[in-house]
């Protein structure tokens, strides 16, 4: 399964892609050495502060469909923010947001939304991890051979993997469903 994952942003959506390399997902077992993760690709997308809103939102989604296009993604998550310390990004981020949903709507992709929260507590086992504990996991958890210098697309990749821990349990809960019956 190949997931997409995204860190959203007006001038910078972080993404990154991972595939799950077993039937079982991430709970492998008696597969010691072998990491069920993948890193595919990770980065960011960029828009100009100086361009109108609409065109910065028309990048988001031009480049969007390049990824889709390159990477085929079986199923994207997306960070959810609930509270904004700063209200003046919090437009700006919904729109963002916005346009990466319809975007994987328009082209039938499965997508889900994640609270950071909950990305941390999946990548590091604790909720109010620090941005350069999870850089740190996502690292490890992926064995990348070099440190990743972008927050958002680190963030991205924490919530690709997120996403790939919520369906690897999911295709557990369903096999137990199938196997009582």
């Given at each position: 399964?190949?997931?997409l994952?995204?860190?959203?942003?007006?001038?910078?959506?972080?993404?990154?892609?991972?595939?799950?390399?077993s039937?079982?997902?991430?709970?492998?077992?008696?597969?010691?050495?072998?990491?069920?993760?993948?890193?595919?690709?990770?980065?960011?997308?960029?828009?100009?502060s100086?361009?109108?809103?609409?065109?910065?939102?028309?990048?988001?989604?031009?480049?969007?469909n390049?990824?889709?296009?390159?990477?085929?993604?079986?199923?994207?998550?997306?960070?959810?923010?609930?509270?904004?310390?700063?209200?003046?990004?919090?437009?700006?981020?919904?729109?963002?947001?916005?346009?990466?949903?319809?975007?994987?709507?328009?082209?039938?992709?499965?997508?889900?939304?994640?609270?950071?929260?909950?990305?941390?507590?999946?990548?590091?086992?604790?909720?109010?991890?620090?941005?350069k504990?999870?850089?740190?996991?996502?690292?490890?958890?992926?064995?990348?051979?070099?440190?990743?210098?972008?927050?958002?697309?680190?963030?991205?990749?924490?919530?690709?993997?997120c996403?790939?821990?919520?369906?690897?349990?999911?295709?557990?809960?369903?096999?137990?469903?199938?196997?009582?019956l």
């Amino acid at each position: 399964m190949i997931i997409l994952g995204i860190d959203p942003g007006t001038a910078t959506t972080g993404y990154g892609v991972i595939k799950s390399l077993s039937r079982e997902g991430c709970h492998q077992k008696g597969k010691k050495n072998q990491n069920p993760l993948k890193c595919l690709g990770f980065g960011c997308i960029k828009t100009d502060s100086k361009l109108a809103t609409g065109e910065r939102l028309k990048r988001i989604h031009n480049e969007l469909n390049k990824l889709i296009r390159e990477y085929k993604p079986d199923i994207i998550y997306v960070e959810n923010v609930y509270f904004f310390k700063n209200l003046k990004t919090a437009m700006p981020v919904s729109q963002a947001k916005g346009v990466i949903l319809f975007t994987a709507a328009k082209k039938k992709i499965p997508t889900y939304e994640v609270a950071p929260l909950e990305v941390k507590m999946s990548i590091v086992g604790y909720g109010r991890a620090e941005k350069k504990q999870i850089q740190k996991m996502v690292e490890n958890l992926l064995k990348l051979n070099t440190p990743l210098k972008s927050d958002d697309a680190a963030d991205a990749l924490g919530i690709a993997i997120c996403g790939a821990f919520k369906e690897s349990f999911k295709r557990r809960l369903d096999k137990q469903k199938f196997t009582k019956l």
